[in-house]
């Protein structure tokens, strides 16, 4: 879906619904997100109680809007990236430091995103040699550079489909 306003418009790919609803029925939807970073009042322990006994892959659950709300194919390869964890790693093997510090993340760079209507998460010693996958967008670590030298240590990014969307990693940065 295509969402068009004065300052702008944005796509919106794989959300959580997109169908014509009551109210009711949109009540019912928000009932069933888990935290969303970008809200203050949201409670991380929420997401943490679901991640810390799974078998799923992190690099899924981070896609299930129950577990945590909002954040996204992009967020998802970059933050892992970040954190250095590997997305197949199951939840149950993330550690509570790496979840509450891969949260902090989110609360960090999700608002920067949508202040500049651009998702920056590349650190500046890192932000320089191969340019961005689009001419209009940040550089990723990550995203969209599948075969191209990881920024850190040049392994090249690889790529999967899990949960429908197209997985970036670095097989050396994340493990
Ligand atoms: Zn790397």
């Known amino acids: 879906m295509r969402i068009v306003g004065p300052r702008g418009g944005t796509d919106?790919?794989?959300p959580t619904a997109c169908e014509l609803v009551t109210e009711e029925q949109v009540d019912g939807v928000l009932a069933?997100?888990?935290?969303?970073?970008?809200?203050?009042?949201?409670?991380?322990?929420?997401?943490?109680?679901?991640?810390?006994?799974?078998?799923?892959?992190?690099?899924a659950l981070?896609?299930?809007?129950?577990?945590?709300?909002?954040?996204?194919?992009?967020?998802?390869?970059?933050?892992?990236?970040?954190?250095g964890i590997d997305p197949h790693r199951d939840g149950r093997d993330v550690s509570?430091?790496?979840?509450?510090?891969?949260w902090a993340d989110l609360v960090a760079l999700m608002p920067i995103g949508v202040e500049r209507g651009r998702m920056h998460v590349v650190r500046p010693e890192h932000d320089h040699g191969a340019p961005s996958y689009a001419e209009d967008r940040p550089r990723t670590y990550?995203?969209?550079?599948?075969?191209?030298?990881c920024?850190?240590?040049?392994?090249?990014?690889?790529?999967?489909?899990?949960?429908?969307?197209?997985?970036y990693w670095c097989p050396t940065c994340q493990r």
């Open 32 to 59: 069933r997100l888990g935290p969303d970073p970008l809200r203050p009042d949201s409670d991380p322990d929420d997401a943490w109680r679901r991640i810390e006994r799974s078998r799923r892959p992190i690099g």
């Open 151 to 167: 920024r850190v240590c040049g392994t090249p990014v690889r790529t999967e489909v899990m949960e429908a969307r197209n997985l």
């Open 12 to 14: 919106l790919r794989g």
């Open 62 to 83: 981070l896609m299930d809007q129950r577990v945590m709300a909002g954040v996204g194919n992009v967020y998802r390869a970059e933050v892992l990236f970040r954190a």
């Open 142 to 149: 990550v995203y969209r550079r599948t075969g191209e030298h």
């Open 96 to 102: 509570r430091d790496e979840f509450f510090r891969l």
